[in-house]
């Protein structure tokens, strides 16, 4: 092969490495924000804007009991208010009810409502599937992680099993395996409350034991779950912001 094919081989293959790498995905981001809530999510998605996959197209799915209009790139799906802790505990369930409208994405986010992006989000998060090191078990022992220990949950997970406790404020996947996650946690979910059992973190439980059973490909530092007014080495990209739990919850 002379130097002119070789140099043209290269040419091409760089040339189709950066179309894959240029191209513009179409990305969900799902936030839960009933009740008060919703205010949280106004300026979420504000900094967002600003900060979050700016080279892709962006939808945000807000999932809440508020009477709001759809505008563009952000539609408002009703959710009944639950009460704690099953807000938070059955949003599997409220995705996995979207999945028609979850289906039209190449990859899919979910996050609290409570948090604001503050630096650059970009591509390093694209992954199968993606977790976030819970930021107050960074340094910690094994045997101090908050897993679900009743072995009669779905979310329990052994004392040989965990490599890492993952935050459930912020996580995502390529579509077909977001959509596997949701299902099988709200299965989850269900065959414990049959049982009269509510896992010790409620989703985050179940999430962690998905993380588990279906490890992570992208697994994210603490920069994406930064608590508020906490000092970390890491950067600041999206923030876990400070508030009254249970003033939020009345």
């Known amino acids: 092969m002379n130097f002119f094919n070789l140099s043209k081989i290269i ?3 760089l040339l189709s490495s950066f179309s894959v790498y240029a191209q513009k995905l179409n990305i969900a981001l799902c936030i839960m924000a009933t009740g008060k809530y919703i205010n949280y999510a106004e300026q979420l998605v504000k900094s967002a804007k600003k900060y979050f996959l700016k080279n892709h197209n962006i939808t945000y799915l807000i999932f809440t009991d508020s009477n709001k209009t759809n505008k563009k790139n952000k539609i408002y ?28 994405f190449d990859y899919i986010y979910a996050t609290d409502a409570d948090m ?14 993606v977790g976030v090191r819970h930021p107050g078990f960074i340094n910690s022992n094994r045997r ?13 997970i052994k004392n040989d099993e965990g490599e890492f406790y993952f935050a459930g404020g912020f996580y995502g996947a390529k579509k077909e395996n977001f959509l596997n996650l949701i299902s099988q946690c709200r299965k989850n979910v269900d ?29 994210l530092s603490p920069s994406y779950c930064y608590p508020e007014n906490w000092k970390m080495p890491y950067e600041k990209k999206l923030l876990a912001l400070d508030k009254n739990h249970s003033e939020m919850r009345k």
């Open 11 to 13: 040419f091409i293959f």
């Open 144 to 156: 101090s992680y908050s897993y679900e220990v009743n072995s009669n949950s779905l979310a329990c």
């Open 77 to 104: 799906i009703f959710q009944k208010r639950l009460g704690w802790p099953y807000d938070t505990m059955n949003r599997f369930h409220s995705y996995d009810d979207s999945k028609k409208i979850l289906q039209q």
């Open 191 to 219: 065959e414990d409350l049959k049982k009269g059992i509510i896992a010790v973190w409620h989703d985050e439980s179940h999430l962690n034991r998905y993380f588990i059973d279906h490890k992570p490909n992208v697994i």
């Open 116 to 129: 604001l992006f503050v630096s650059n989000v970009g591509d390093e998060i694209l992954g199968d599937l």
